[in-house]
């Protein structure tokens, strides 16, 4: 065995013992907190997971990743535990603020297997995603078909080219109240999704939310948009948490983070909510 092979092997086996403890941590940290309200939510979205055969074919796959790793697409299908993803999240936020009209903007859908879960869960509301990518062709007709009242939209197009970002925003004719940001983790282009996409497209009322603040300097980012914000928006909170991702518990926790002009604590609180690692960031 060369020495490549032996340092892959060992962080193969540190990563599986890290999930473990992770997994252990969270079960402890879960266990006695029973709320119905979320344990329906998940049970909802674990079921419809698992009514697909698939979400990308293999064969698709290797014609376009869709921003999936080799290491991701193996777990992609797999079942997902009964804890917190950002996907029970984004629909806890619904339930809880925006039944009267959600107005959701994901910026990099990929193969569409979050928002398929939220325009499941959700009722009467538009539903629109930007990606770089031409849409899933696996779940396009999935995507489109006509559920719930609510009302879908796919827009290809690149977060940091001009001539993309000024089309989508001729083309909108309503505002947002909430935005899932999980394009390109890069601080460039998160800021530019802030400046570009939808600083100039919020309802009064928003929730924005970050996957993956634990990328280099995306928390920052999110600081500087918390300050730009600021100045029109008061006042505008900033929280972080962990919670799993779009493959649960065959990755670690995700840092994810909301701005919000919402009183969420409230919410979380009044539901008896706890959200693991959950913090003001001030
Ligand atoms: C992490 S995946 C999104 C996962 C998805 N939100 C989910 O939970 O099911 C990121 C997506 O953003 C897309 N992306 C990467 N760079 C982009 C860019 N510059 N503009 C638009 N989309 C981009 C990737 O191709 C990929 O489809």
Redesign the pocket.
Known sequence: MNIENIKYKFTKLYRLINLQFQNIRLSLFYKKKKNLLFENIVKQNREYLNSFDYFLSYENYLNND???QERIYKDLNKPIKNYPT??DLICFFYINHFTNKFNYL??????????LQIKNFVNNSNIVS????EINPDLKDKYFEKINDNNLVYFK????KKEDYTNFKNDLNHKFNFI?S???HEPH?VYSEFENIYKDILDDEFIIYY?DLDFPGLKDTVREIKERLSESYEPLNFYTFKVY??IGQYEALHLNGILTNLDIEKSLLEKDIKIYNFKKIH
């Open positions: 869709y921003g999936i950002y996907s994901e910026i990099g859908c990929s193969v569409l297997k979050n928002v930007y990606d770089i990518n197009g690149d977060v940091l899932f999980d394009a390109l282009a996957d991702g779009w």
